[in-house]
């Protein structure tokens, strides 16, 4: 119902106005916030940077081919993580919105499977990643979503089992359609759409704090595309995400 009385049209804009400001304010707080939290993993990140660059040109290292090829993995995730924390902080000062480029999600998805290298290793992991498009996106969040996703597939194996991931793509309906689709325990269907939630788990024993499939949601709905989860053939869980073409 419209304020029909002039005492009341004022008292709407006076709220309005308040509501504009408190927004301004959380804005001003979320630059501060990302400044201050950028700067305090920089310390860290920058000591644990110099001393893999030194530590690279050690002889013992570089006449071990396997520690040489451990040691230069530490310094690309490094340098990743530090352009992701510049990212953090463009995508703060600019309300979060996401740059839009050309992105190929293929060299997207293979950073993160060199990043999630060690884990792959560990678990025994089969990671097959077929041809994906390129896509106009903001590459540090489909990198951010990628390896939620990633992550989540080979976390949620079964006991005795090891994980298999299979990420693939289509085209439908004027989007793309990146699918992984994986061998583990699954989500009962009644569970899969609040997967999706911030903080929600479907097994409370496990590691994770629910955080990343609600990540991963907002990212690519503020890309204008779409998230579900679906069950696999053999068990297992198919999450996909579409993305405009």
Request: proline residues 4%; negative net charge; charged residues 25%.
């Amino acid at each position: 119902m419209e304020p029909d009385h002039p005492l009341e049209l004022e008292r709407c804009r006076r709220e309005l106005t308040e509501a504009r400001e408190q927004l301004g304010r959380a804005h001003d707080h979320l630059s501060l916030l990302a400044g201050q939290i950028g700067h305090d993993l920089r310390t860290p990140l920058t000591a644990v940077l110099a001393n893999a660059e030194m530590l690279s040109g050690e002889k013992a290292v570089t006449d071990d081919e396997e520690l040489s090829w451990m040691v230069a993995g530490i310094i690309r995730g490094a340098q990743r993580m530090n352009e992701m924390i510049e990212q953090m902080l463009v995508y703060a000062g600019e309300g979060g919105g996401p740059s839009l480029a050309d992105t190929a999600l293929d060299e997207v998805f293979a950073l993160v499977v060199e990043d999630l290298a060690s884990v792959i290793a560990e678990k025994q992991a089969e990671v097959e990643v077929g041809p994906l498009p390129s896509v106009r996106a903001d590459a540090g969040q489909m990198y951010a979503v990628a390896g939620n996703l990633l992550s989540n597939a080979i976390d949620f194996a079964r006991p005795g089992t090891p994980p298999r991931v299979e990420v693939a793509a289509e085209r439908r309906d004027g989007c793309w359609r990146v699918e992984l689709r994986d061998n583990g325990v699954g989500v009962s269907p009644a569970q899969r759409e609040a997967m999706f939630v911030l903080f929600a788990r479907a097994d409370k024993r496990s590691g994770g704090r629910g955080i990343g499939l609600a990540a991963a949601k907002r990212v690519v709905e503020a890309h204008g595309g779409r998230i579900g989860m679906d069950g696999a053939s053999g068990g297992g869980t198919t999450v996909w995400f579409e993305l405009p073409a």
